[in-house]
């Protein structure tokens, strides 16, 4: 089966977004969509990891080529920070159990990648040519506190980020998530005001895994 992968341009035309609609988090953009499907399928052995967590490694080593299904405009976010804001026609309604059930285990995948490059790399990271950048703690305490602080609250379980950063919050948070998830699924719901819940969980793996490869990118040791 080939991966089915949406584009997404930026209004402006700065940047553009590929992403894997059924692989939640494996998405990446650049400058045109040429660049930009690329550098997806360039990250396709970094992404392998979170599918043999999920238990998914032979469905996605059986995987075929990227396949563009959909090619659209997106939302300002898109030319400024070249990632996906918005949801795609195919991410709209609630899902079925199966499909949820399995882009979750994902999720959970994404979050032990993360889990797993924080506790290995250096605490300093290589800075920028400028010397700017965050440490392995700033990067850690940004994703934790960004989910937490505004990606969960939109289907009401929001965590502070001070209790993200004990072991036993991080656990908490995370069972309430997975769990609103369902609960919001089943009865068909958004995510706060706009976001579809397809798209919420999407953009929560990408968040995750963008700065967990972003550390493995910087790291010192």
């Not at 059986?62 to 659209?72: Q, Y």
């Not at 997975?178 to 919001?184: I, T």
């Amino acid at each position: 089966m080939p991966i089915r992968t949406v584009i997404q341009h930026g209004p402006k035309g700065k940047r553009v977004v590929a992403f894997a609609i059924d692989w939640p988090g494996w998405s990446r953009g650049a400058k045109t969509a040429e660049a930009a499907v690329d550098t997806l399928e360039a990250y396709r052995a970094r992404y392998r990891t979170v599918a043999r967590h999920a238990g998914l490694e032979s469905e996605f080593d059986a995987a075929g080529a990227l396949d563009i299904v959909e090619d659209e405009v997106g939302v300002g976010s898109t030319d400024f920070w070249g990632i996906s804001f918005a949801a795609s026609s195919l991410e709209q309604g609630p899902m079925p159990d199966e499909e949820l059930e399995r882009k979750l285990a994902l999720l959970e995948a994404a979050w032990r990648v993360f889990d797993d490059v924080g506790a290995r790399v250096s605490p300093e990271m290589m800075k920028g040519p400028r010397g700017g950048g965050r440490d392995r703690d700033e990067i850690i305490a940004h994703t934790f506190g960004t989910e937490g602080g505004d990606f969960a609250k939109k289907i009401g379980v929001p965590t502070p980020r001070e209790v993200m950063l004990t072991p036993k919050g991080l656990r908490t948070h995370r069972q309430r998530y997975l769990a609103a998830f369902r609960e919001y699924n089943e009865a068909g719901k958004k995510a706060g005001r706009s976001w579809t819940l397809p798209f919420l969980l999407r953009h929560t793996a990408y968040h995750v895994l963008d700065h967990a490869w972003e550390m493995e990118d910087k790291d010192l040791s």
